[in-house]
């Protein structure tokens, strides 16, 4: 009868080990997707005026939804900007994965791999980007930028020059555009 009842203590404590267990996905009911998002949000906001706290809120959205694309795509912003090039391409990955239908986490992989020097896998996560979302300027930005900067050919390079210099809202981006498209002969 004791070893009836030990067996059945040791049964009870193996199931509560289980639910705390760090490898274990959390259930639907462990997930607040509400809070993660409302959090991700606020760490956003705060990528601009302190890193370390976005970072705090942001790994706290991610306790809430581990699965909440958006949040893994502000940290990895956090992480570029701390030049974090790892664990940015890191959470930029997992972005990609939890948000198939956006271009921000591929865009914003594919700068992370540029400042990693890995040119021509930065030029295909733009590539990547733009296959999500065919017109998505940054896309385009970044592979006119990319192409010029490697001095890789490319026949698009011209219309990529063209669609910058005449979408882009910034001066900067426009002048920049119409300058190379002088300089490399991209013109019409």
């Known amino acids: 009868m004791k070893w009836i009842a030990a067996f059945a203590l040791s049964l009870a404590a193996c199931a509560s080990d289980r639910s705390t267990s760090p490898y274990l996905a959390p259930g639907e009911v462990a997930r607040s997707t509400v809070e993660a998002e409302a959090l991700s949000r606020k760490g956003a906001d705060l990528i601009a005026t302190d890193l370390v706290e976005a970072e705090t809120v942001l790994r706290e959205a991610l306790a809430k939804d581990l699965f909440y694309g958006p ?37 914003n992989l594919a700068i992370t791999l540029e400042r990693a020097g890995r040119t021509s896998d930065a030029l295909a996560s733009y590539e990547a980007a733009l296959q999500v979302s065919p017109d998505y300027l940054p896309a ?6 990319a192409t010029v900067r490697s001095g890789a050919r490319d026949e698009r390079l011209r219309g990529w ?21 002088t300089r490399t002969g991209a013109t019409r």
């Open 161 to 181: 020059l063209d669609r910058v210099a005449l979408e882009s809202e910034s001066e900067t981006w426009r002048e920049w555009a119409q300058s190379q498209s």
């Open 71 to 107: 949040a893994h795509n502000n940290l990895g912003v956090v992480f570029l900007k701390q030049q974090k090039l790892y664990e940015a391409a890191s959470e930029f990955e997992w972005a990609k994965k939890l948000m198939p239908g956006h271009p921000d986490p591929r865009v």
């Open 140 to 145: 385009i930005q970044g592979l006119a930028v």
